[in-house]
């Protein structure tokens, strides 16, 4: 009597995971679907929304306000390294410096009166994968966006998924957008 139970209950579970499971084509079909919408119609939305949140009618211009928007609200301050021992404020601007080129701008100021550190990194985006990776280490107080030339690092910024996701995504529409002209 035991085993007809346990039998029942096996084929129950059985059954249940067959159930459960979706097909291989069904699985790939909504990835399909995202892809699709984020190429096309959710590409123009979030163009329209940038140009209206920052007032202009230039995608360019938008995207750039987005980028440094963005990199001013996530930069790396001091006040977020706590327990090391030399904190300093990361802070970067984004700018086209000539066709197909964007400059990266990084400042670096320490918090105990060490002057600035400025350093500018030129990124010719002609010829390369427009999507920016990012990297956020769990042990990290920092998220690092990859440079798409040659996958080093490029901006840092402090630990937060999400900023690092609307950052990579904003350069990445920013330097489609440089690569077209």
Known sequence: MPFRHTR????????AALLGQPSPAVAEEPAAQSKAELSGADQGRYL??????????????????????LLDTY?????????????????YRISISAPGELLVREEIRAAQGTPLAVRNQRVAVFGVDPFV?????????????????????????????????????????????????
Not at 8 to 15: H, P, Y
Not at 59 to 68: D, S, V
Not at 78 to 87: D, K, P
């Open 48 to 69: 329209n929304d940038l140009k209206r949140l920052h007032q202009t009618q230039d995608e360019r211009k938008a995207l750039l306000a987005q980028c440094n928007r």
């Open 75 to 91: 930069a790396l301050r001091a006040s977020y390294q706590v327990g090391q021992a030399q904190r300093q404020d990361l802070l």
């Open 8 to 15: 029942k209950l096996s084929v129950l579970a059985f059954i």
């Open 133 to 181: 990776r990012y990297d956020c280490p769990a042990s990290g107080q920092t998220c690092i966006l990859r440079n798409p030339q040659d996958g080093s690092p490029l901006i840092t910024i402090v630990r937060d998924h999400a900023g690092a996701e609307e950052l990579a995504k904003a350069l990445s529409f920013l330097i489609r957008n440089v690569q077209k002209n």
